[in-house]
């Protein structure tokens, strides 16, 4: 790879970081750093178009002949962070190695895609049918950003890769999620005399160990569906029985099917339950027999060698959102580690393969 792309890559990421595009602050700043963003494609001639839903901005690049957005191929990436201490947001490179909030969560893969869109333009390679989709909502659920704009904004695409760092390897199936408001009603009374209430508090904890005994979690990573209880409120006072409690749950599934054999197991125990379903989501699952990820598989088998398996990760991406649209979706991104951590950083050796993988790839697209 031309070091003047790394050296690049190096400064976007660079600029990138020091926008604290933190989810659940403030959308000026996204807004800012897309406008950045704009700024650098545009100066070469790239077309691009802004949305904007719930204050939370979205950016497609393309070239400029393009005249719908029906693609071939999106790569999208997301621009939000998740909270991080202030000197996060000044990068470092350390034993080769980006340090820094959002380096590989995921700006790292957005400033290759920038970078690698902007040279195939100027060398008359790029494709009208490639584009960029950059969302700022990812880590808040993805809804005003790749939801969004597959559902309301009519655009599609033959392909989708989303860049959420995979350490190379293509991800073809992630897990469903699930998550539920579970409220439980009792009788209150004095604590005194407890024999007069019904402790909601007292059932509640009894139908969580009943459901966690029907429903065995696997012990270590496996392709099945899992659950966990992770917050609970319930009375208002020391001396006083509950007469209502609710418990949160969240379930990550593999499946329709297992997520519904689930939820029956809930109603089954947690007696006259109210469910108030607060986030769902759908799990990714790309046939591995398809032609652009046996495409794909082939340029990375030649520039690493033995990296040429499909996996399935626990966590969700936004390329779910393509996958109800019927849109064959993956994960590709790039190697590093300490993703929501405070020591997050990305391999710019992994970043250089990456541009010439997808180089090779978008090559492909007519
Ligand atoms: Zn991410």
Request: proline share 3%; aromatic share 10%; charged share 25%.
């Amino acid at each position: 790879m031309h070091s003047n792309n790394t050296d690049t890559i190096v400064q976007l990421i660079h600029d990138f970081v020091s926008f604290k595009t933190v989810s659940s602050g403030s959308d000026i700043i996204k807004e800012e750093l897309i406008n950045f963003i704009e700024l650098f494609v545009q100066k070469v001639g790239l077309q691009t178009y802004k949305f904007y839903r719930n204050g939370k901005p979205s950016m497609l690049i393309y070239h400029p002949q393009k005249e719908n957005w029906n693609f071939s191929l999106l790569l999208h990436g997301h621009i939000d962070v998740v909270h991080a201490h202030e000197e996060q947001y000044h990068t470092f490179i350390n034993e080769g190695r980006i340090h820094g909030r959002g380096t590989l969560d995921m700006k790292g893969s957005v400033a290759v895609f920038v970078l690698l869109l902007k040279n195939l333009y100027l060398s008359n390679q790029l494709s009208p049918n490639v584009g960029i989709m950059l969302t700022s909502d990812e880590e808040q659920g993805g809804v005003d950003g790749v939801k969004y704009l597959l559902d309301e904004e009519s655009i599609t695409s033959d392909f989708f890769i989303t860049g959420e760092p995979t350490d190379l390897y293509i991800v073809n199936r992630h897990k469903g999620v699930w998550r539920s408001k579970l409220t439980i009603q009792g009788t209150s009374a004095h604590s005194s005399t407890p024999w007069l209430g019904e402790n909601s508090l007292h059932k509640t904890s009894k139908y969580i160990s009943d459901f966690v005994a029907k429903n065995p979690q696997p012990l270590s990573s496996e392709w099945k569906s899992t659950y966990s209880f992770n917050k609970i409120e319930s009375g208002d006072s020391i001396n006083k029985i509950p007469d209502v409690s609710s418990v949160w749950i969240d379930i990550r599934f593999t499946t329709n099917e297992e997520l519904n054999n689930l939820i029956s197991s809930i109603n089954e125990i947690f007696k006259d339950v109210e469910i108030e379903t607060l986030f769902t989501s759908p799990p990714l699952e790309t046939s591995e027999d398809n032609e652009k990820i046996k495409k794909l598989n082939n340029i990375i088998q030649v520039k690493l060698r033995n990296k040429s398996e499909l996996h399935s990760k626990e966590y969700a991406t936004d390329a779910r959102y393509a996958s109800l649209h019927n849109i064959p979706a993956i994960v590709f991104g790039p190697s590093g580690n300490g993703i929501h951590e405070v020591d997050e950083y990305v391999e710019i050796s992994s970043l250089e393969k990456y541009y010439e993988i997808l180089e090779d790839f978008c090559m492909n697209f007519k």
